[in-house]
């Protein structure tokens, strides 16, 4: 597919009085802006997206929420655009929240991704870089369900109903979604380590329905020669339900490969239709 680039003149009229010349004579002062809008995604999600488990790399220790495989991403799209769209900006929002369900997700949902700073949860900001505008997402990754799947009383089909309707949400905004399978956790998490291996083919199965990518957090872990001591944090507080920076690369790798297809040679980033 063929991009355009599209440079746009706005034009500033200021009339002449007094001194000026003839009567009514206007100056006119050409703007030119920016060819290409900033590539804007958002993650969404509870602990695993905000970074519970990582540490300093790429931003300081208990940096949350710009850790994480989210802040991984960030850095490698910034260094690939750099060569293919260096007049293209690239932000962020990690709107990742400790212990968050697939319901109080769908509850958020729609403020989230229209007006992601008013719904941020952090004094730090969800936003980077930092002192940037609040800009609307163009992109939303989705991850979540590891906290329902922990609760005995939650069913598959509970979860199953919120994650569609927050893929519906997006694309009745026009918003591009990824949505991701959940990390495997330690053997000692018996119950939730089972649950979250029965859930797979449900989230396979939504992607599906609604024609978009999957990235598949839970079979890059799992084709790791022996992902669970290499993979998943061993930190007491955060636990083997989160992963460490190892795992979080390997997050990072399953949504990176999820977007690349969509990068062309030179011009704007642009979504497929």
């Not at 293209?88 to 229209?114: E, H, P, R």
């Not at 936003?127 to 906290?147: F, R, W």
């Amino acid at each position: 597919m063929k991009s355009k680039i599209f440079f746009l003149l706005a034009g500033i009229f200021l009339t002449l009085g007094g001194g000026a010349a003839e009567a009514g004579k206007s100056l006119y002062l050409p703007l030119i802006l920016k060819p290409c809008a900033d590539f804007v995604f958002l993650a969404y999600g509870d602990s695993i997206t905000a970074g519970y488990g990582a540490t300093a790399f790429p931003f300081d220790l208990y940096s949350i929420p710009h850790s994480g495989y989210v802040g991984r991403l960030y850095e490698d799209l910034k260094d690939e655009f750099k060569q293919r769209y260096p007049q293209q900006d690239i932000v962020f929002y990690n709107m990742g929240i400790g212990g968050q369900t697939t319901k109080d997700g769908l509850d958020l949902f729609k403020a989230t991704i229209t007006e992601p700073l008013q719904t941020c949860y952090y004094d730090s900001g969800c936003i980077y870089p930092p002192a940037h505008q609040e800009v609307l997402p163009k992109l939303v990754l989705l991850m979540q369900g590891t906290n329902d799947l922990n609760i005995p009383n939650i069913s598959y089909e509970q979860v199953d109903s919120n994650l569609r309707s927050m893929v519906a949400i997006a694309q009745q905004e026009g918003v591009k979604i990824i949505i991701a399978t959940m990390p495997p956790v330690c053997s000692d998490l018996t119950f939730l380590r089972q649950r979250i291996e029965g859930f797979q083919p449900y989230i396979h199965q939504i992607a599906r329905d609604f024609l978009i990518p999957l990235a598949d957090v839970f079979g890059y872990f799992v084709s790791t020669p022996n992902w669970e001591t290499a993979l998943l944090s061993t930190d007491p507080i955060t636990g083997c339900e989160h992963p460490n920076d190892a795992g979080y690369a390997v997050m990072k790798q399953a949504f990176l490969d999820q977007l690349t297809p969509w990068m062309t040679a030179g011009g704007c980033f642009l979504f497929p239709q």
